[in-house]
């Protein structure tokens, strides 16, 4: 009986502390939510937005949250499911923006993200004390108009960027691939930077003013600049 006891004390004391642990929920789209950022709006920390295999043409925003945005190689890690599941921003903005000091829980899996443009980072941009996880993405088609045509990040900013492909990227500055500057770190696993282009300088990938890179198994290949 007291051991009974104990553990419904042990299980009450933890929905206080972690109450949002207990409620996780899975949001799929387009099946519950339309969009994937009707769907981001809708979620809490913790929870998980479960994406159909299709061409979403959006331009995302993770609005500070700690949650996973994924297709379904959340479910069987079929990495089918990475050039089947497309983000397009449509050439309006750049297609994912990590804007409000998102952490190591704040993770994009699973997606080809094209047909992004912005001045920095066209793909993806990771901007100050932004640190996501940016896992078994395509990330390809994108342009900046100044650094980091696939994935642009500075300002403190330690994102961790794993099994992933970067290229056909373009930017009019430095880092066709993959740029930074200011005191920042990106942490590359298992990555492949190839056929990007920059007018000026760094074609693959391209760092200034504090900006370092952290690599691991990185094939970086068949880039190209006029500079």
Same mark, same amino acid.
């Given at each position: 009986?007291?051991?009974?006891?104990?553990?419904?004390? %042990?299980?009450?004391?933890?929905? @206080?502390?972690? /109450?949002? @642990? !207990?409620?996780?929920?899975?949001? =799929?789209?387009?099946?519950?939510?339309?969009?994937?950022?009707?769907?981001?709006?809708?979620?809490?920390?913790g929870?998980?937005? &479960?994406?159909? /295999?299709?061409?979403?043409d959006?331009?995302l925003?993770? &609005?500070g949250?700690?949650?996973t945005? $994924?297709?379904?190689?959340?479910?069987?890690?079929?990495?089918?499911?990475?050039? =089947? #599941?497309?983000?397009d921003?449509?050439?309006?903005?750049c297609?994912?923006?990590? =804007?409000?000091?998102?952490g190591?829980?704040?993770? @994009?899996?699973?997606f $080809?993200i094209?047909?992004?443009?912005q001045?920095?980072?066209g793909?993806?941009?990771?901007q100050? &004390?932004?640190s /996501?996880? !940016?896992?078994? @993405? %395509?990330?390809?088609? =994108?342009?900046?108009?100044?650094?980091?045509?696939?994935?642009? *990040?500075s300002?403190? $900013?330690t994102? %961790?960027?794993?099994?992933? #492909?970067?290229?056909?990227?373009?930017?009019? *500055?430095g880092?066709?691939?993959?740029?930074?500057c200011? /005191?920042?770190s990106?942490? !590359?696993?298992?990555?492949?930077?190839?056929?990007? *282009?920059? $007018?000026?300088?760094g074609g693959g990938?391209?760092?200034?003013?504090?900006?370092?890179?952290?690599?691991?198994h990185? !094939?970086?290949a068949?880039n190209?600049?006029?500079?």
């Open positions: 009986m007291k051991t009974c006891k104990s553990i419904m004390i %042990l299980l009450v004391t933890l929905s @206080l502390m972690v /109450p949002h @642990l !207990l409620q996780a929920v899975v949001i =799929n789209v387009p099946e519950d939510i339309e969009t994937i950022q009707g769907a981001i709006q809708a979620s809490e920390d929870d998980v937005v &479960l994406v159909a /295999p299709g061409e979403y959006e331009n925003d993770f &609005l949250k700690a949650i945005v $994924t297709s379904h190689i959340h479910l069987d890690d079929n990495r089918d499911f990475i050039e =089947n #599941t497309i983000i921003g449509g050439r309006r903005d297609v994912v923006a990590f =804007n409000n000091e998102e190591r829980n704040s993770v @994009l899996r699973g $080809t094209q047909n992004g443009i001045d920095c980072g793909g993806i941009d990771c100050r &004390l932004s /996501p996880e !940016l896992n078994d @993405l %395509l990330v390809t088609g =994108n342009e900046a108009r100044g650094y980091g045509g696939g994935i642009y *990040f300002f403190r $900013t994102p %961790l960027i794993q099994r992933t #492909t970067i290229s056909n990227n373009r930017s009019s *500055f880092g066709g691939g993959v740029a930074t200011f /005191p920042s990106g942490q !590359l696993s298992h990555v492949i930077i190839s056929n990007n *282009f920059a $007018t000026s300088r990938i391209y760092s200034e003013s504090g900006g370092s890179f952290e690599m691991d990185v !094939l970086i068949d190209s600049t006029n500079g």
